[in-house]
């Protein structure tokens, strides 16, 4: 930990925040923004002076409310940076100033402000981590009724030598020492009601490695514990569980339905033990909730700057889950520790030094090349009428409508998504790799025989086109008459191309992206839903039936949703008649007509 | 061709291509339900298709080798690899274009495994029909496909890492002990995230800081 505060090449900035990014891979600029500490990091020598004459005291978050500290305070004492700060909320504001005159080396500032900071980097290191799970929904627990019974970060810090009791155990109610202890395994974890449907990982031995600093100090002591099954799978893990129970330590399957507390604040724990059949009563002087982890509350916030993805579990999505465990698809973005998962502190040290191998690899050269999937404006046919400039999510596109100079791409900037040439309305746009003439010669393909029977999918490189991949390795079943034309981002998908492909006899056709909020090019998606809106309201006004256009967003991890997407358009085509095809090619070709005749 | 305006640069005035199709068995894996000879056959009369034919696996040394010496041999100028997804081999294969002269850019890939043997075990008719029709796709597409080339930009030599838990720290102090300059960002007055509160863990209950 120290190291960190003294390394020459590591800058650190705590209180701080990242509040933007821009740029891409080897080029990212972000700005940050540091809050003040009103204490001066670098001159503060921890001696504590001025937390002594404050008058204000406020519950200790780092030992979660069990012990007090005052409006200027350090976290605790090994923090780094060593410096205490003033909470400017708590503060009685300047008129009191006792702090500042206490202090010998005046690094008080009540002036100080919040600071906005931009750096530049070649890559980024995303290591959120965790937070635990908040057991107040789980009341049949009474964790908001009853004060004896804890979370097991509460009890990490009772049962800690610098904590609130200097280590010794004390049920908080009476302060009294339990001679008896129970503990809950997997509050938050492993339900479909409250919490997260995944195991936390460190629960289970974090309650083993409670039964044996219990048992060292309180040999005597009764401790039971109530769960679903053990999980001790890493090295050594096994050893440890065995020497809790040789000690006497009982474990009981089965969770607890419900929690009283007794006249003398004992706790009465009701619970169908799973090995007997049975309900069974036990009473316990205290009890400690074994709590699973989230994801870290700005994960969405830091996801969207980003445009990360996140597994239905709320945390990160690696590239690949077995092979590239620490890569965002994201080229330049690597992830380390329980922001990608739970673990413990082993693994999460692990994922550490392999995103920081995983970064080096990436920098070391001091060049990258960049994918020349970008866009190019044809300027001949540009009417610098400004949309392509407005859609695309990177900014990458300058056009000065006034001056009615054509649009420009900064294909560094441009990361390809195609969005850009599906909306100019002038064609102007080329979006290489990906381009019109190529796409429609996909189609045209695809329909030149038995049309009718054919099921046309537009996929997303990143998600839609991934979920089917995995629908593949999952050797899920779905029907043969499926096509699939691969582009980069489903806001590609231009309007063109849907009533190109209903002009050739498609009879149904399936637009599939990342879910709105997982797009991999920001939100380049929302075009794309706009716009299927747009062509399903031209379609019904046309009278082509607006459902033989869908829209659905499936994700990498979507195997099972693909193919059952991929049953129901198989449903919608064989309700589209030969007759009803032949009536849209009949609309579609007036309609061209009369559009050429109007000039 | 079509009544649409497609957007097309003044440049893109090609002469006749020259394809090689390689249709991969993936040893069985495609060539149990997919008929690979049949759809190598097929193809093989098609406009622009020089060479088509089936291989057992193309992404092999050998593999590689067999395309690379057709291209040599009969001038190949663009590549349709039949085989598994692009997502997991398109990287390899550019490659093996390079390696043969041509730009990477001039390969397509149908996805014959991912997306077709292994989706439709049971139908190896419907399969074989489907393989057929990716593959003609994937001929239509390189025929268009322009060669590209990558830009060389260059890389910032430093790190933003965000959270100094131990997950964090750890990646920052490897970072800089390898003489990259890091930023470490953390939201809270000190580093150290959730172990800092911890005090004994496991496996090795010491203390945790
Ligand atoms: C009660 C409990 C007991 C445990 N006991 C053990 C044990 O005995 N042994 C063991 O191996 N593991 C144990 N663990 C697990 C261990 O705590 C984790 O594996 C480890 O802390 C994960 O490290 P991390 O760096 O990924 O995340 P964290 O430790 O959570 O650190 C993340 C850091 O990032 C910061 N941060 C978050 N979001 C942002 C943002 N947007 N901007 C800037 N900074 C941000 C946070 O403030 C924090 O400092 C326990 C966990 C719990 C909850
Ligand atoms: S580690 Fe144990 S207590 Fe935690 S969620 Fe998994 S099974 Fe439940
Ligand atoms: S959308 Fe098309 S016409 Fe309009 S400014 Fe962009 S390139 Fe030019
Ligand atoms: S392709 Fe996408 S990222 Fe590139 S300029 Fe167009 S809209 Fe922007």
Redesign the interface.
């Known amino acids: ?1 120290a ?3 003294r ?12 509040v933007s990014v821009k740029g891409y891979v ?3 600029e ?1 700005k ?1 923004v540091k809050r003040a ?1 009103y204490v001066l990091e670098k001159e503060c020598t921890a001696c504590g002076e001025c937390a002594k004459v404050c008058p204000v005291v406020f519950p200790d978050e ?1 030992n ?1 409310g069990l012990s007090s500290r005052k409006a200027v305070y350090i ?2 004492p ?4 060593s410096s205490y ?1 003033i909470n400017m909320d708590e503060c009685m504001g300047r008129g009191c100033s006792k702090c500042l005159d206490s202090c010998d080396k005046k690094c008080i500032n009540f002036h100080a402000s919040d600071e906005e900071i931009t ?12 937070e ?1 799970y908040d057991p107040r929904p789980m009341d049949e627990y009474g964790y908001t009724r009853f004060e004896n019974v804890v979370t097991s ?1 509460e009890f ?2 009772i ?5 609130p009791t200097k ?1 010794s155990l004390i049920r908080p109610k009476d302060r009294k020492r339990p001679k008896s202890v129970g503990f809950i395994q997997c509050v938050g974890s492993r339900s479909k009601r409250k919490g997260g449907e995944y195991c936390s990982n460190i629960c289970c ?2 309650t ?2 409670g039964t ?2 219990l048992k060292e100090h309180y040999p005597d002591i009764e401790i039971k514990v109530f769960y679903i099954d053990i999980r001790a799978f ?4 096994e050893d ?1 569980y065995n020497r809790s129970r040789s000690l006497g330590v009982q474990y009981l399957r089965g969770l607890p339905g419900s929690v009283e507390e007794l006249p003398d604040g004992t706790m009465r724990v009701a619970v169908e033990n799973i090995a007997t059949g049975r309900i069974e009563f036990h009473d316990l002087e205290m009890l400690v909730l074994a709590i699973g982890m989230k994801p ?1 509350s ?1 994960t969405q916030k ?1 996801q969207e700057m980003l445009g990360l993805q996140l597994t239905p579990d709320g945390f990160y999505l690696e590239a690949h889950p077995k092979l590239q465990p620490v890569d965002a698809a994201t080229r330049g973005i ?1 992830y ?4 990608e998962g739970p673990k ?3 693994e ?2 692990t ?3 392999a ?3 995983r ?2 690899r ?12 970008t866009s ?1 404006v ?1 300027a001949d ?1 540009c009417k610098s009428c400004g949309i392509c400039a407005e859609v695309c999510p990177y900014n990458a596109i300058t056009v000065d409508v006034k001056k009615k100079t054509p649009a420009i791409v900064n ?2 900037a441009c990361a390809g998504c195609g969005t850009c ?1 599906a909306e ?1 309305k002038f ?4 979006m ?2 990906f ?4 796409i ?3 189609i ?3 329909l030149a025989e038995k049309a009718q029977d054919k099921i046309l999918t537009f996929a997303c ?1 990143w998600c839609s ?2 979920g ?2 995995y ?3 999952s ?4 029907p ?7 582009t980069m981002c489903s806001g590609r998908v231009d309007e ?1 191309f849907i ?2 492909a209903f ?1 050739k006899g498609a009879p149904v056709v399936l637009v599939s992206g990342c879910h709105i909020g997982d797009c991999h090019y920001i939100d380049a998606n929302r075009w794309t839903e706009k716009r299927v809106e747009k062509i399903r309201r031209k379609m019904e006004k046309r009278g082509i039936r607006p459902e033989r256009l869908q829209l659905e967003w499936i994700s990498a991890a979507e195997g099972i949703r693909f ?1 059952k997407v991929m049953e129901k358009m198989e449903e919608l085509r064989r309700s589209v008649s030969a007759e009803e095809i032949a009536e849209t090619l009949k609309i579609l070709k007036e309609k ?1 007509l009369k559009e050429k005749q109007g000039g | ?10 440049s ?1 005035t090609r002469q006749t291509a020259r394809i090689g199709v390689y249709v991969c068995r993936c040893g069985l894996n495609i060539a149990k339900t997919v008929d690979c000879k049949k759809v190598a056959e097929d193809i093989s009369g098609t406009d622009d298709v020089i060479v088509s034919k089936d291989i057992t696996y193309a992404c092999s040394e050998p593999g590689q080798m067999e395309i690379q010496e057709d291209i040599l041999e009969h001038g190949l100028d663009r590549v349709v690899v039949a085989s598994c ?3 997991l081999h398109e990287p390899t294969f550019r490659r093996m274009m390079l390696k043969a002269g041509l730009n990477p ?1 001039l390969l397509e890939m149908a ?1 014959l ?3 077709c043997s ?6 190896p008719e ?2 074989t ?2 393989a057929e ?2 593959v ?2 994937s ?3 390189v ?4 060669p ?56 090795t ?1 010491d203390c ?2």
């Open positions: 930990m190291d960190a505060g390394h020459p090449d590591i800058k650190l900035h705590t209180m701080s925040e990242v080897g080029n990212f972000v940050l500490r780092f979660v976290p605790f090994q923090a780094v940076p700060l750096v530049k980097v070649g890559s980024i290191v995303v290591a959120t981590g965790l635990p970060l990490e810090r049962v800690n030598a610098g904590g280590g031995m974090n083993i490695k044996l600093v890493g090295k050594g893990f440890l870290s700005g830091l690597f380390a520790g329980c922001a413990d502190i082993k999460s040290v994922q550490g030094s995103a920081a191998a970064a080096i990436l920098m070391h050269k001091g060049t990258i090349s960049s994918e020349p999937i190019e044809i046919h294909t560094a040439a100019c064609g102007a746009i080329v290489n790799h381009t019109d003439e190529q429609v010669s996909q045209n393909t695809l490189n086109y991934a089917a991949d629908a593949g390795v050797r899920l079943q779905y043969a008459n499926v096509r699939i034309i691969r063109k009533w190109h002009e193919a061209s | 061709m079509t009544e649409i305006s497609i957007a097309t640069k003044m893109d997804s692009p997502r850019y996805n495994r991912e997306q292994w989706v439709h075990i049971h139908e419907a399969a029909q489907k029709d990716l003609k796709m001929v239509a597409r025929r268009l496909l322009s590209l080339t990558e830009q060389v930009l260059p890389m910032i030599k430093k790190t933003l890492v965000i959270g100094a838990g131990v997950a964090g720290i750890q990646a920052a102090l490897d970072l800089a002990d390898n003489g990259y300059e890091v930023f470490l960002v953390e939201k809270n007055p000190s580093v150290g995230g959730t172990m800092a509160q911890l005090d004994k863990t496991f496996p209950m945790s800081i």
